[in-house]
């Protein structure tokens, strides 16, 4: 099965004093016959000598196939026997500050609106260095209020609300001169419809009959997850490795370990190659079932049709080829802008227990002037 094949173009320029602006656009489309289109403009406006004023703005354009093709995305039953297109805008504006030469805070509005879905967010970052910069401790907070809708079969759309509180803990340490450890903690309380629209779960009764219903997921949840990553430039072989670990916990009784391990290495001057390696391991939620067999599962019985809910495990492999084009920057003044810009093709091998496997590849081509 192939899945994936992502082409990347981004741009960043940047303006008088300092200033950055930027513009991507990227086309990804999978096996399943599902396209994402999406580009975007970002602004970073130096204001006063600490205060940065940001801008976001991004559009997409999503096409999922008719349900009687291949699909990994859910989509509405509504001319089902058609491919189901909608458009989705995106808005992102924030200010940071910096307060002397250790201490940063900031401040973001998030807009994003498709046709049936809609979520406002305030999001607020404190950082501060420690320790002449070998420490440095990053705090967030973010509260979403969304709007999940559900277009019917004659057109009309109905919609159930969903809040979303998160919070995060980040130390990043120095621990030498080619070493740093990163740890972090994050925290999100789910409230309100949290289950799909779309998805659809069968009922069967005693006599074996079947009711095809819509999945009911409990409405609230508690995530946590603690993580840890440590980086180690190895200059002798001109190399760094990353390995990393998170565990993650929840109210529904998932439980996840993930594990990944990443090394870069220069091969040739300016083409780096990229080997990575990722397995992950989850318990059941509480209330999934394989079959859902009562009356009681029609009424108010939890049920799901969410894959990601059930007992499963996945690997992931793949390697990647950077080409630094600095060296075209370096050698014609008139491409100077190429000294911090690349090309890069990735490969990933993914596949899990539960019989599903995927080949995807992703092309980019990052430009930052």
């Known amino acids: 099965m192939l899945l994936p094949m992502m082409l990347f173009w981004s741009t960043m320029p940047a303006i008088a004093g ?27 406006k ?15 354009n999503v096409t999922v196939p008719p ?35 250790n201490t940063t805070i900031a401040g973001n509005f998030y807009r994003s609106q498709e046709v049936d879905y809609t979520s406002s967010a305030v999001v607020g970052t404190f950082s501060q260095d420690l320790f002449q910069k070998n420490t440095t401790i990053t705090l967030r907070g973010q509260y979403s209020a969304d709007r999940v809708g559900k277009i019917t079969e004659v057109g009309d759309i109905l919609n159930k609300k969903k809040k ?3 919070g995060a803990l980040n130390i990043s340490q120095l621990l030498s001169p ?3 450890l990163d740890m972090s903690y994050d925290f999100v309380y789910l409230k309100g419809f949290l289950s799909d629209p779309y998805r659809l779960v069968k009922v069967h009764d005693l006599n074996g009959a079947v009711t095809t219903t819509d999945e009911m ?29 998170r565990y993650y916990f929840d109210t529904w009784r998932v439980r996840s370990h993930t594990a990944e391990v990443k090394l870069n290495k220069y091969i040739v001057k300016d083409l780096i190659l990229g080997i990575n390696y990722r397995y992950y391991t989850q318990t059941a939620a509480k209330f999934y079932q394989d079959k859902y067999v009562g009356q009681e599962f029609l009424n108010h019985g939890l049920r799901t049709a969410d894959y990601k809910l059930q ?17 075209l920057g370096k050698a014609y003044p008139d491409l100077e802008f190429l000294q911090n810009s690349s090309i890069e093709v990735m490969y990933f091998r993914y596949f899990n227990d539960l019989d599903f496997t995927a080949d995807i590849i992703q092309m980019g081509i990052k430009f930052s002037i």
């Open 46 to 60: 130096k204001l006063l000598q600490q205060t940065v004023f940001l801008i976001d703005i991004e559009l997409d």
């Open 164 to 166: 979303v509180y998160t």
């Open 311 to 327: 007992k499963f495990s996945s690997n992931n492999f793949g390697f990647s080829l950077t080409y630094l084009l600095r060296g």
């Open 67 to 101: 349900v009687t093709a291949v699909t990994g995305a859910t989509r509405p039953q509504r001319r089902k026997s058609e491919p189901f297109e909608k458009s989705r805008g995106q808005v992102i504006v924030g200010i940071e500050q910096g307060i002397g030469p």
């Open 178 to 180: 080619t070493t740093v």
């Open 217 to 245: 997921h409990p409405r609230k949840r508690t995530r946590h997850a603690g993580t840890g990553k440590i980086s180690q430039l190895i200059p002798t072989i001109k190399a760094s490795l990353i390995g990393s670990y």
């Open 18 to 44: 300092g200033d950055q602006m930027g513009f991507t656009t990227y086309f990804f489309s999978d096996s399943g016959e599902n396209s994402v289109i999406t580009s975007s403009f970002n602004l970073a």
